[in-house]
């Protein structure tokens, strides 16, 4: 196949079975979004040796999150449930409850399974975390330094395919970086 000046040969695909969640991230402004998220996604752009890949779907404007705020939809992939629910549960603690003013929702409410993940990292509140259910779902209130840290209980899991499919070729490293 030929796209302009561009020249594609179609002789490799890998592809192999995963589990995905998609986490909904919110912050009282920009900054702390944005620095929320680079410390969710730092080191996670494969599985090889990491625990998940974890990548920024797309920024959510406050009419499309669940609290009103500024959001960040975060999708993580793993091979299986277990394991994706460790590296959730680990980054989420780790990365996202020391970010003052986040708070974690469930992107994928229709999930087919369900990871825990308030429900593990609930425990870093000493006995001063509180549950509290609206409609169907439970979410913990964890006192942290800026105030509390919001959590769903758990997260929606689906089945779903990665791979490395693509691979750009070029004269330049400029090029590259440019296409």
Not at 2 to 13: L, P
Not at 54 to 60: D, I, S, Y
Request: hydrophobic fraction near 40%; charge should be negative.
């Amino acid at each position: 196949m030929k796209i302009g000046n561009t020249q594609i040969e179609d002789t490799f695909a890998e592809a192999f079975g995963m589990r995905w969640t998609r986490l909904i991230v919110t912050a009282a402004d920009d900054y702390w979004l944005d620095a929320a998220v680079r410390e969710f996604t730092g080191y996670a752009s494969s599985v090889i040796a990491c625990d998940a890949e974890t990548g920024l779907e797309r920024r959510l404007v406050p009419d499309e999150t669940p609290d009103g705020r500024p959001g960040a939809a975060l999708l993580v992939f793993g091979f299986s449930a277990e394991p994706l629910a460790k590296a959730v549960s680990n980054r989420t603690g780790q990365c996202l409850m020391t970010c003052p003013t986040t708070a974690v929702y469930d992107g994928n409410p229709e999930g087919a399974e369900r990871i825990a993940l308030g429900k593990h990292i609930r425990y870093f509140g000493d006995g001063f975390q509180r549950s509290k259910k609206l409609g169907e779902q439970r979410y913990w209130r964890i006192p942290v330094m800026d105030g509390e840290f919001l959590v769903e209980e758990s997260l929606g899991v689906n089945k779903g395919v990665a791979g490395g499919n693509l691979i750009l070729q070029t004269e330049t490293q400029a090029a590259g970086l440019a296409a």
